[in-house]
């Protein structure tokens, strides 16, 4: 079982709907990211939180220390959108474990 | 663009043989960090350098090495290659050495190996 667990595997969804992308660990963490990674391989960094939640424009982050779970949220989603998310916790030794990522395909 | 730049793009290669990769870092960044992307493995993280000091390893092999430079920029260097080592090889940069807690990252484009 891998320490940080990511659901769905793949997402097909119509342009217009909102999103939910899960990650679940299993080990304690320091801070938990959510990148982005494009078709054409670039990796961008989105959020990095610890506790809480963050929102960048149409992208929203939650994080439950507690339960270990964190969501990614994406609003009035748009072909743009498509991507890989990966999900990937660190912890104080500067180490990062990194989910297998979840492959979103927005349909217009 | 992230600021981050690697070179070279791409690099094919016969087993047997060593390559290095190069990662600049954004300008004012003293942290890179080297990830490893196979299709069998997806990412992960090999190795953490700041201000020219080994700050962090992870599932970094013997046969791989890196290190930084008074300038900041770094390599990685890759011997004996082997066919699983072809894959995607990502650097990032970040301000200082806590990104795992405080900062973020900034990826580089990467560097596609295929060892024949």
């Known amino acids: 079982k891998n320490e940080v667990e990511q659901s769905p595997q793949n997402l097909t969804a119509q342009e217009g709907e909102f999103i939910t992308i899960n990650c679940s660990y299993s080990?304690?963490?320091?801070?938990l990211h959510w990148l982005q990674q494009h078709p054409g391989g670039g990796i961008v960094s989105l959020f990095m939180?610890?506790?809480g939640k963050k929102k960048h424009g149409r992208l929203i982050a939650t994080i439950n220390i507690q339960e270990k779970h964190s969501s990614l949220h994406i609003t009035a989603s748009h072909p743009r959108d498509s991507a890989v998310y990966i999900c990937?916790?660190?912890?104080?030794?500067?180490?990062?474990?990194f989910g297998t990522g979840t492959r979103l395909k927005v349909l217009a | 663009d992230s600021g981050v730049t690697q070179t070279p793009k791409h690099l094919i290669t016969a087993t047997g043989q060593r390559v290095t990769l190069r990662c600049s870092p954004r300008?004012?960044?003293?942290?890179v960090y080297w990830y490893q992307q196979s299709l069998d493995q997806g990412l992960q993280f090999l190795i953490q350098?700041?201000?020219?000091?080994?700050?962090a390893k992870g599932n970094i092999l013997e046969r791989f090495s890196a290190q930084q430079f008074p300038d900041l920029h770094s390599e990685l260097n890759l011997s004996s290659l082997e066919l699983g080592d072809s894959a995607l090889y990502f650097c990032?940069?970040?301000?200082?050495?806590?990104?795992?807690?405080?900062?973020?990252?900034?990826f580089g484009p990467g560097t596609r190996l295929l060892v024949l």
């Open positions: 990032a940069s970040s301000v200082g050495g806590l990104a795992g807690v405080q900062e973020t990252q900034y």
């Open positions: 939180l610890s506790s």
């Open positions: 300008s004012g960044d003293l942290s």
């Open positions: 080990v304690g963490i320091s801070a």
């Open positions: 990937a916790g660190t912890s104080g030794t500067y180490k990062y474990i």
């Open positions: 350098y700041y201000n020219g000091e080994e700050r």
